[in-house]
């Protein structure tokens, strides 16, 4: 269960309600923080303050013992001189403590305590408040060895949770195996711990609004992934949820998600998998291809054989964590979706799932043409001056052959892809390369599915009602880029924004607004509404295809202006879908909102269950979890559509079915024609740039 506390230095408040202001005590797992408020004239806080006791809960009771407490700390209100910046005389001292995942920072997980000042008086601790975090971990014991294919593994457990994690499904492609499909790992001795994951696989390093940070970090020895499962007694025929995480295929890990909530809520084994990445994952090169190995190896697309043989691991090893082989639900979000599309049309990974949860799919499949084209710009960044300025380690491999890119350092790769692709945004999709996946260029998926040629399971499609808001400040227009400093003061240390300033006139806001809807419309249309109908003409319906739309954050919930800014953006769902209660940037969820979204949460989550036990998102009660009443979410109706739209305000649930929504990309591009063709004045200048978001 997610956990978020506001601590006020003058008040408690929980839930919008205000409190007795003695002694509160957040609980999570063993976890555990007591919070009471100090009187003014205090020697520890003059002007009044906060009390933080930690520890953990030994007995179980719920609270925060005398003889449990490990640690007092002490958060004072402000006051010129005191603990608040000049100015902020009065400030009031807030924490929030929220949950922190099992990962890194907690094996266990446990609680994470912001604290800070209300320096703008909103009475919530909002990220550019910040002043300091800490960690308070859960305890953990070490499961019992587990037995899988290769030797014996021990994990970590609590009191709702087993987890394995760093689980090796494949030998580390380095050297020889760069670039050819994943080799089954060699087996070994003794016990090997699983506590924690694996190396992320190698990546541009990215701050948390998706900023490049220039480093480069991972390691190519990376094939790795974790599994949960409930601490309970069932040992056997759970559902498995193989999750595949997004980042454009360039980024992202295993660690940056929690399957817990999933698998001790919804009974389940979840399996998070790791993949090669960038140009290490979809590669495409004739030299290689003339090095030797088979179509496979050939095909460019390593990636996508990195998940197939994750999935050939879990038909072979999770029946040992409790789940059932024969019922594998495979999910992905964004680039992960997309690689859930190629999986479904991948005759090599047909009967590894059963049924399949395409999250903001975003990318089209490759010409397998344009992949050696890519990679040839790569090569001849490899010798360029540029990349040579990059570092001491530089090593020119503008012959492109076989040995020599093999040895080529990481870091140069993709440095070289970067400067190769003219310093774009970078994203990579799979090739459509005749044999990975077998099929030939121009084909797509719609076509692919028309044809009969794919995996026919159940299948649910869903997108954001404003994907495109995430991406828009990320490209140098106006001042888009400082939208990220109205929810977040630190963001521009050396100015305060404000929404006037961003957008200073109507046609700043009009031109904003034009390409987040209609570039999310267009995606909406052509990565759910053509790939559902496609499905449900061929035939699939018979196996049951869902459509949803995700709303939430459209209504006036979040922040001041985030329904304008940003919204059902993309990546918003994650946390819903998954159970998390930290939200996309760290802006939207606050203590007003909390009861709404955890009811759409709920709901969200009952749903997916549901369609991961039996193929279908209902269970014929209307109700999550027995008590709130949800609607029922009737299957796609060929050329007319029919989604279920996910939302919530505040306070209440607010799902419902939408009839009769299908839309083709091509109606959207002519409605945006249409529209920006009667765009004059200084928007008339402007008539091209909605366009550059109709991915």
């Known amino acids: 269960m997610s956990t978020s506390l506001i601590i006020s230095g003058c008040q408690t408040t929980e839930n919008d309600e205000e409190v007795t202001p003695t002694v509160n005590t957040v609980v999570n797992g063993s976890t555990a923080a007591s919070t009471s408020t100090i009187a003014v004239g205090s020697t520890e806080c003059p002007y009044g303050g906060i009390q933080v006791k930690t520890g953990i809960d030994k007995n179980g009771n719920g609270s925060l013992d005398t003889a449990e407490v490990d640690n007092t700390e002490y958060v004072c209100n402000g006051a010129a001189g005191n603990a608040g910046a000049a100015g902020n005389t009065g400030t009031n001292a807030l924490i929030k403590i929220l949950t922190e995942s099992k990962g890194s920072n907690c094996v266990a997980g446990g609680l994470r305590i912001h604290s800070g000042l209300d320096d703008n008086r909103s009475g919530e601790l909002e990220i550019g408040e910040f002043d300091a975090t800490s960690y308070l971990c859960g305890t953990w014991d070490y499961t019992a060895s587990v037995t899988i294919a290769n030797g014996d593994i021990r994990g970590a457990k609590d009191a709702t949770v087993k987890f394995y994690r760093g689980i090796p499904f494949a030998k580390p492609p380095v050297g020889a195996l760069r670039w050819t499909k994943p080799q089954t790992p060699a087996d070994w001795t003794g016990t090997r711990d699983a506590t924690k994951s694996g190396n992320i696989c190698t990546q541009r390093e990215s701050i948390r609004t998706w900023q490049e940070t220039g480093k480069i970090v991972g390691n190519e020895d990376c094939l790795y992934l974790d ?12 559902p498995v949820y193989f999750y595949i995480h997004g980042g454009s295929n360039t980024s992202g890990s295993a660690a940056d998600y929690d399957g817990s909530a999933m698998a001790a809520e919804l009974n389940m084994v979840v399996v998070i998998t790791q993949y090669r990445l960038g140009p290490l994952g979809w590669f495409r090169n004739a030299d290689l291809r003339a090095a030797g190995g088979d179509a496979t190896d050939d095909s460019g697309n390593y990636g996508t054989l990195d998940h197939i043989k994750a999935l050939e691991w879990v038909k072979s090893n999770i029946a040992q964590f409790g789940g059932n082989p024969n019922n594998v639900t495979i999910a992905g979000e964004s680039a992960g979706a997309h690689n859930v599309q190629n999986l479904l049309i991948a005759s090599s990974a047909g009967g590894l799932f059963h049924r399949a949860i395409s999250q903001s799919g975003a990318y089209p499949i490759s010409d397998d043409a344009s992949g050696d084209v890519r990679t040839d710009g790569t090569i001849t ?15 020119s491999c503008t ?8 040895a080529e350092t990481t870091s140069n790769i993709l440095n070289a892809r970067k400067i190769g692709d003219g310093n774009s945004l970078p994203t990579v999709s799979a090739y459509a390369d005749g044999t990975v996946l077998p099929i030939a260029w121009p084909s797509t998926f719609a076509s692919t599915v028309t044809s009969g040629t794919y995996n026919k399971v159940p299948v649910i499609f869903g997108a954001n009602t404003h994907e495109m808001r995430t991406f828009m400040p990320l490209f140098p227009i106006g001042k888009w880029g400082k939208v990220y400093d109205l929810f977040d003061t630190s963001y521009d240390p050396e100015h305060k924004w404000t929404f006037e300033e961003i957008f200073p006139t109507e046609d700043d806001y009009t031109l904003y607004q ?6 999310s419309e267009n995606w909406r249309a052509k990565y759910v509404d053509e790939m559902v109908n496609a499905l449900k003409n061929e035939g699939n319906g018979t196996k049951g295809v869902y459509a949803y739309l995700f709303n939430w954050g459209e209504q006036d919930v979040g922040p001041e202006n985030f329904n304008k800014v940003f919204g059902a953006t993309h990546a918003m769902d994650i946390s819903f879908f998954m159970g998390s209660d930290d939200s996309l940037f760290g802006y939207s969820f606050t203590k007003a909102n909390k009861k709404g ?14 369609f991961a036990m039996t193929g279908d998102p209902n269970d014929g009660t209307g109700t999550v979890n027995g008590t709130a009443s949800i609607p029922t979410w009737s299957v796609w109706t060929a050329d007319s559509g029919g989604r279920i739209i996910f939302d ?10 939408s009839t009769g929504d299908y839309k083709t990309s091509g109606a959207v591009l002519g409605e945006l024609a249409a529209l920006t063709g009667s765009w004059t004045g200084v928007l008339s200048y402007y008539k091209t740039i909605p366009f550059m978001f109709m991915w």
């Open 648 to 657: 919530a305000n505040k306070t209440e649930l607010k799902v419902a079915m």
């Open 381 to 395: 960044a490899l010798g360029s001056d540029t990349l040579a300025a990059l570092g001491s380690n530089y090593k």
């Open 399 to 406: 012959d492109g052959t076989a040995d020599c890119l093999r």
């Open 227 to 238: 599994v949960y499962r409930p601490n309970n007694d069932v040992s056997s025929g759970m």
């Open 597 to 610: 979204r955890e009811a759409l949460r709920s709901a969200m989550m009952t749903y997916v269950a549901q």
């Open 514 to 519: 034009t390409c987040a809807k209609y570039g």
